[in-house]
């Protein structure tokens, strides 16, 4: 699996900057650790996301749905396995060198085969993309 992963890495993979934070006190902003940052390859997915607005998520009046809805993204990191270091953990930050955008991660999660994803949370102000 890991030539699959690795052939995925080759096609849609690019060159990202993982920084390691260190957690100062609790409830207080992470410290990023630059010394020990590595460049790796990582698969970037942004996929489209539709969200409900509304305290009960589905009120009906006339038979009609009458939450709004909003479009939103869903930035995520892939990582294969043994491309990094040490393991990735929550709050690190990935930046993407193509562009510069800094991201967080939320939480790590493994896909049991060759991968391991990383929902974000972007930092700062979104660049606009057209």
Not at 3 to 26: C, F, H, K
Not at 73 to 83: H, L, S
Not at 85 to 103: A, E, H, M, N
Request: some cysteine; proline content about 8%; charged content about 25%.
């Amino acid at each position: 699996m890991q030539e699959a992963a690795s052939a995925v890495d080759d096609s849609m993979g690019e060159r990202v900057e993982v920084m390691p934070v260190r957690a100062t006190r609790p409830n207080f902003p992470t410290e990023p650790l630059p010394a020990n940052a590595v460049t790796v390859t990582a698969v970037f997915t942004n996929p489209a996301k539709d969200v409900l607005l509304g305290e009960s998520h589905g009120r009906m009046h006339g038979g009609m749905q009458v939450s709004p809805i909003i479009s939103t993204n869903q930035p995520t990191f892939a990582f294969r396995y043994g491309v990094l270091p040490w393991p990735i953990r929550q709050g690190y930050r990935v930046k993407r060198l193509c562009d510069g955008s800094t991201y967080e991660v939320k939480d790590v999660r493994d896909d049991s085969v060759s991968r391991i994803k990383c929902p974000v949370v972007q930092l700062g102000r979104a660049k606009e993309s057209f």
